[in-house]
């Protein structure tokens, strides 16, 4: 039972931090690509 805990400790920590810090990044780079969309259409309507 102890050695479950110590295993449970050594990887749950690192699993549940990576998923929370790869969601919070999915957030990110979903804004990140629809300021970039509108800044290529901003640029596209210049040029014409």
């Known amino acids: 039972m ?3 805990l110590k295993e449970i400790a050594n990887f749950g920590f ?3 931090l990576s998923v929370y810090l790869l969601v919070r ?3 990110k780079l ?3 690509t629809e300021s970039i969309n509108e ?3 901003a ?3 210049i040029g014409k």
């Open 30 to 32: 979903e804004k990140l």
């Open 39 to 41: 800044l290529s259409k």
């Open 2 to 4: 102890e050695e479950m």
């Open 14 to 16: 690192p699993i549940v």
């Open 25 to 27: 990044v999915e957030g």
């Open 43 to 45: 640029i596209a309507s």
